[in-house]
């Protein structure tokens, strides 16, 4: 597959997954309407054109008589491209009448958590759900509700006045709280950058999206000259990026420094920014095994064992001073996703029982999969360590497709993950004659004539 069509099929997946996603916001809205099947037509064929472009040698098997399908292509990423600037501009402006910086409560109670550090207290114990809600101007839509409690019955999410009904009476003090998760469930870096964004009393997505645009200026610094604004069109074009974090996401916390590590990992900082990215959410966790596979492909076991030692030190030393505070809370903590009841949700295999009424199989069927899926992968990944190293950046979350829990923002950075492994591969630079002769396209820069 040729380099221009390998970033074109990334940038028209990212688009897939932003119209997915847009439908999938909508569906789990208004119940009642049919779409949850096309979302998930819609996430695995992403996966899979992801998989398939930053796979095998990077061979440019495009010809003039593909020009004008190659042109047409590139001129919907172009379109596209422009969906996802307008977001980025129009950031600073309020999206809708009940608008809120805090738009779920992973950004909600990492703020409280960072409000509560320049406290000098724990946010693994101290944290209250209810004043920090309070605080925000924000209610039980904006939580993470359990199988437990007022919620032990229920199978699928409970509806808004289930969740209201619930968070009034706890909220009144009237028992204890079961229902809702309430203390942070990841790990420190998670709301420790946080800090002098709260001092400051400023909005924190800010500094998200900055992640994101350092992330993709990592990439175009990686990429060969001649191919940058081909990249950053795609990046842009898979307007999945801007949007879901324009519109709220603190993924991209943990997503920065993966890039990084992923982009640079034959070099000795690498583990450094792998520690960061695991020792800020338990997704990036999922990349470890690809990341050795690759080291291990390029610099043998001593130096797989080497940098994982080192990012293992890494989210130690972070998460240490809490560690200290009180362990147990920390554990709790960081293993609520695992050990807490919660109810299935995601925009993966489990959408169309929770919103398509297809029946609802048990749990631990979903959980044979997603180890199914996971064991596949990883053999996958080791048998082409050599042929295709970047495979893993799209492997990794891609088990997570068959998972009780598959929210959507598990998947919106797939495509800035496959960029990076692009920018690695050896893909020359694209002479501007040829660029131009094959129809390529781009809104940043035409190619410029070369001798």
Same mark, same amino acid.
């Given at each position: ?9 990334? $940038? ?21 309407? @049919?779409?949850?099947?096309?979302? #998930? ?92 809600y309070r605080s925000l101007g924000i209610g @039980? ?20 006045a289930e969740l209201d009904r619930a968070w ?145 030190? #890494? ?21 609520? @996703? ?101 129809? $390529? ?9 070369? $001798?």
């Amino acid at each position: 597959m040729g380099v221009l069509w390998r970033l074109a099929a990334v $940038a028209v997946a990212g688009a897939a997954l932003y119209f997915a996603g847009l439908l999938n916001g909508i569906v789990i809205e208004h119940p009642d309407r @049919p779409g949850a099947g096309p979302v #998930v037509v819609a996430i695995g064929a992403a996966i899979v054109v992801l998989a398939i472009a930053i796979s095998g040698s990077a061979r440019d098997l495009t010809t003039a008589r593909h020009a004008w399908l190659l042109r047409g292509t590139w001129a919907v990423v172009c379109v596209m491209a422009l969906v996802g600037l307008s977001w980025l501009v129009g950031m600073p402006r309020q999206h809708s009448d009940d608008w809120t910086p805090y738009h779920n409560d992973a950004i909600a109670l990492n703020a409280c958590a960072a409000r509560l550090v320049l406290q000098g207290r724990d946010p693994y114990t101290d944290l209250d759900l209810f004043s920090c809600y309070r605080s925000l101007g924000i209610g @039980p839509d904006r939580t993470t509700p359990l199988r437990r409690g007022l919620f032990a019955d229920e199978v699928i999410y409970p509806n808004d006045a289930e969740l209201d009904r619930a968070w009034d009476l706890r909220s009144r003090g009237e028992g204890a709280n079961e229902e809702f998760v309430w203390r942070p469930s990841y790990p420190a870096v998670s709301f420790l950058p946080l800090v002098p964004f709260v001092a400051a009393g400023l909005d924190t997505n800010y500094l998200y999206v900055a992640c994101l645009l350092a992330a993709m200026a990592l990439v175009l610094l990686r990429a060969t000259r001649g191919l940058r604004p081909f990249f950053l069109t795609g990046l842009l074009g898979a307007a999945g990026l801007a949007a879901f974090t324009v519109g709220g996401s603190s993924d991209v916390l943990y997503a920065l420094p993966l890039v990084a590590a992923w982009l640079w990992r034959d070099r000795g900082w690498a583990p450094i920014a792998l520690g960061l990215a695991i020792a800020t959410k338990q997704i990036a966790w999922f990349f470890v095994p690809y990341y050795l596979i690759a080291v291990v492909a390029s610099g043998g076991w001593r130096r797989a064992a080497r940098d994982l030692a080192i990012a293992a030190g #890494v989210f130690a030393v972070a998460n240490l001073p809490f560690v200290a505070w009180n362990a147990e809370a920390w554990v709790a903590g960081i293993l609520t @996703p695992l050990v807490e009841p919660m109810f299935p949700r995601g925009a993966g295999l489990v959408f169309l029982s929770t919103n398509a009424g297809l029946p609802l199989p048990p749990a631990l069927l979903y959980a044979a999969l997603e180890a199914a899926a996971g064991l596949v992968c990883l053999l996958l990944a080791w048998r082409s360590r050599r042929s295709s190293p970047e495979l893993g950046a799209v492997l990794a979350v891609a088990p997570l497709f068959f998972a009780w829990r598959s929210l959507f923002s598990y998947f919106f950075l797939l495509p800035l993950f496959a960029f990076a492994g692009l920018a690695r591969m050896p893909l020359g630079d694209l002479a501007g004659e040829r660029a131009r002769r094959l129809g $390529a396209l781009t809104i940043f820069a035409a190619p410029s004539r070369t $001798a």
